[in-house]
């Protein structure tokens, strides 16, 4: 029995050494198998916004700046690249802003994960040592479409109300100060999932950010647009089917947006005429 058994656990080895071997062949196929730099998302989308701010040609069409962080920059997400089966605002952007009604035409620098001192550094001249991703003279539009300071709610400095609205209105100055000929289109912070932050952050900042729309300072060129109520139930809190995980919208709350934003942006033509 013993050579029996020898011969039968030699063959039992050999066989799993040429399942291994298939696996490895197939191993060649993976991305996980070949060297790689690493290059973030965010990475990828400054490159993306630096090429368009730099072609003129295009730049001239512009009538809609879109400013702020993931919540704008996935605006053009169809699939979420990191969890499959979640959409996010590329369908809707590409009927409302795309180019299809040319007075709509918008170019988007939002990048995931901005707090308000990385906004301004991206949007601060060159000359002055920003990126000066709004240098090109070419750029001129009809609106800047603004939504920014989440982020800073995460990681905060104390009082946290207080830094959030300081980072939005610091923000505020720099793209009037770049852009005097655009009106400012600003708009409120999103709910998040967090009843707590809500009212801690969210909602006293929202409130010092209408106040700001219509202060002397901001009233001349400034629209405000609360999407605030359109996002919460009838108990106030997050429609969980408008987000995809608490804090982006998902392609319903695109949707929404978008439906609130135009009529917005509609009567602030009419106004200004």
């Known amino acids: 029995m013993r050579p029996t058994s020898f011969h039968g656990l030699l063959a039992t080895l050999c066989a799993a050494g040429a399942g291994l071997g298939a696996h490895s062949a197939l191993a060649a196929d993976f991305a996980s ?17 630096d090429a368009q701010v730099a072609d003129s040609d295009r730049l001239r069409a512009v009538k809609l700046l879109f400013v702020g962080d993931s919540i704008t ?11 499959p089966g979640r959409l996010h605002g590329r369908a809707i952007w590409d009927t409302a802003f795309g180019g299809a009604v040319p007075e709509n035409l918008a170019l988007n620098i939002g990048i995931s994960g901005d707090r308000t001192e990385h906004l301004l550094h991206r949007i601060l001249p060159k000359s002055q040592g920003g990126l000066g991703q709004l240098d090109n003279p070419a750029l001129a539009p009809e609106f800047i479409v603004l939504m920014v300071g989440i982020n800073n709610s995460y990681a905060a400095e104390q009082p946290v109300a207080d830094s959030v609205y300081a980072g939005v209105l610091a923000v505020a100055r720099a793209l009037h100060a770049r852009q005097p000929g655009a009106r400012l289109l600003l708009q409120s912070i999103l709910p998040t999932s967090e009843p707590a932050r809500d009212d801690a952050v969210v909602k006293p900042v929202n409130m010092r950010l209408a106040a700001l729309a219509r202060s002397a300072e901001f009233a001349g060129f400034t629209t405000w647009l609360d999407l605030y109520p359109a996002f919460v139930d009838a108990q106030g809190r997050q429609q969980a089917r408008l987000f995809v995980d608490g804090l982006h919208p998902s392609e319903a709350g695109y949707a929404v947006w978008r439906d609130r934003l135009l009529p917005a942006l509609a009567a602030a033509r009419a106004a200004a005429r």
């Open 73 to 83: 920059d996935f605006w053009l997400l169809g699939d979420d690249p990191w969890i």
């Open 33 to 49: 198998t070949r060297p790689v730099p690493r290059i973030e998302y965010w990475q990828q989308r400054q490159a993306t916004i």
